[in-house]
């Protein structure tokens, strides 16, 4: 038998080829445009041909990637049914979940032992990772994703939004004085994080100040992390002003290792929202449907409890679209 290869190019192909365009097919597999252009390509390369006729005005699909079309899609259907049938009983107990490192380290574990506290027999396994999961290939029940809508195959509910604000310990607000009246950041270490994310509502300390009428000249010194965790830990042990998400940072505010020096007003809102992503008409055990009861009242509560600290100053958050803060933006 010839040895299978290439499986993410082809569920790229195959999705482009369904929905007509690489944008569509994007959204399907919650990865950009250009990851699903670089997937073919290497397909391509690997073939020696072209599967797509590139021009000025778009791609149109070759005969050769026409004549594929349903056998792919047979293919993949056939993959996500063999899946599920080679789950063992015992497997009725595991929930799946791939996500994102820094939600699960800075939202979910805090409140996890929750759900095992109801569902003492659970296999909870948790892929806390920012690697791109294809949930018809591979064996999870749910993907929590920071990102655009999905499409087809593909189902979701939003969990919520997210803005991006500075944060730093207590002592260290204190000791840098800062307040909402600080128009200057300069002699102020700054954390930065780097690698964020594709969502063009995300900014740095650049973006935030000149939305804020900060001193642009004293935004871009200080240390620099690749991961979201290491910069609030730093943040706690005050080490610095760190610009995040209100999402990541909320559990430290909570429990007041960090604080909002400016006041929640100096937020920036982002574009892309947390979604809990499953494959569409998928049969969930108990426990899986217990498991998506459970995150979404713990989404419900969290949208409450953030709604209720960025109205504690007037709403001036930079973005086109905000007004009031409704139960399902934050």
């Given at each position: 038998?010839?040895?299978?290869?290439?499986?993410?190019?082809?569920?790229?192909?195959?999705?482009?080829?369904?929905?007509g365009?690489?944008?569509?097919?994007?959204?399907?597999?919650?990865?950009?445009?250009?990851?699903v252009?670089?997937?073919?390509?290497?397909?391509?390369?690997?073939?020696?041909?072209?599967?797509?006729?590139?021009?000025?005005?778009?791609?149109?699909?070759?005969?050769?990637?026409?004549?594929?079309?349903?056998?792919?899609?047979?293919?993949?259907?056939?993959?996500?049914?063999?899946?599920?049938?080679?789950?063992?009983?015992?497997?009725?107990?595991?929930?799946?979940?791939?996500l994102?490192?820094?939600?699960?380290?800075?939202?979910?574990?805090?409140?996890?032992?929750?759900?095992?506290?109801?569902?003492?027999?659970?296999?909870?396994?948790?892929?806390?990772?920012?690697?791109d999961v294809?949930?018809?290939?591979?064996?999870?029940?749910?993907?929590?994703?920071?990102?655009?809508?999905?499409?087809?195959?593909?189902?979701?509910?939003?969990?919520?939004?997210?803005?991006?604000?500075?944060?730093?310990?207590?002592?260290?607000?204190?000791?840098?004085?800062?307040?909402?009246?600080?128009?200057?950041?300069?002699?102020?270490?700054?954390i930065?994080?780097?690698?964020?994310?594709?969502?063009?509502?995300?900014?740095?300390?650049?973006?935030?100040?000149?939305?804020?009428?900060f001193?642009?000249?004293?935004?871009?010194?200080?240390?620099?992390?690749?991961?979201?965790?290491?910069?609030?830990?730093?943040?706690?042990?005050?080490?610095?002003?760190?610009?995040?998400?209100?999402?990541?940072?909320?559990?430290?505010?909570?429990?007041?290792?960090?604080?909002?020096?400016?006041?929640?007003?100096?937020?920036?809102?982002?574009?892309?929202?947390?979604?809990?992503?499953?494959?569409?008409?998928?049969?969930?055990?108990?426990?899986?449907?217990?498991?998506?009861?459970?995150?979404?009242?713990?989404?419900?509560?969290?949208?409450?409890?953030?709604?209720?600290?960025?109205?504690?100053?007037?709403?001036?958050?930079?973005?086109?679209?905000?007004?009031?803060?409704?139960?399902?933006?934050?």
């Open positions: 038998m010839m040895r299978l290869s290439h499986l993410n190019s082809l569920r790229a192909l195959e999705a482009t080829l369904r929905h365009s690489f944008s569509a097919a994007a959204d399907e597999l919650g990865v950009t445009p250009a990851a252009g670089q997937r073919v390509r290497t397909l391509e390369k690997y073939l020696g041909k072209a599967l797509f006729e590139r021009t000025s005005t778009g791609s149109n699909a070759t005969e050769d990637a026409k004549r594929v079309e349903a056998q792919l899609t047979t293919g993949f259907l056939a993959i996500a049914s063999g899946l599920k049938q080679l789950r063992s009983q015992h497997a009725r107990n595991r929930v799946s979940v791939t994102p490192a820094s939600f699960a380290e800075n939202w979910l574990t805090p409140s996890i032992s929750q759900f095992y506290q109801r569902h003492a027999e659970v296999d909870l396994r948790l892929d806390a990772s920012n690697r294809d949930l018809l290939a591979e064996d999870f029940d749910f993907a929590i994703r920071y990102g655009r809508p999905t499409a087809d195959p593909l189902q979701e509910t939003v969990l919520f939004g997210d803005y991006v604000l500075p944060v730093c310990s207590p002592q260290f607000a204190g000791q840098y004085r800062l307040d909402p009246d600080v128009k200057s950041l300069a002699g102020v270490p700054l930065h994080i780097l690698n964020r994310t594709s969502d063009p509502g995300w900014v740095g300390f650049e973006g935030w100040g000149n939305a804020f009428g001193t642009q000249s004293h935004l871009s010194h200080g240390v620099s992390y690749s991961s979201i965790s290491s910069g609030l830990q730093s943040a706690v042990s005050g080490q610095g002003l760190v610009l995040c998400g209100l999402t990541e940072a909320y559990n430290a505010i909570k429990a007041g290792e960090l604080v909002v020096p400016f006041g929640p007003s100096m937020r920036y809102q982002t574009h892309y929202e947390y979604r809990l992503v499953w494959v569409r008409g998928k049969k969930f055990t108990r426990l899986q449907q217990d498991f998506m009861d459970w995150i979404l009242d713990k989404a419900k509560a969290f949208r409450r409890e953030a709604s209720r600290l960025i109205s504690t100053h007037p709403n001036t958050a930079h973005n086109q679209h905000t007004g009031t803060v409704p139960d399902t933006d934050v």
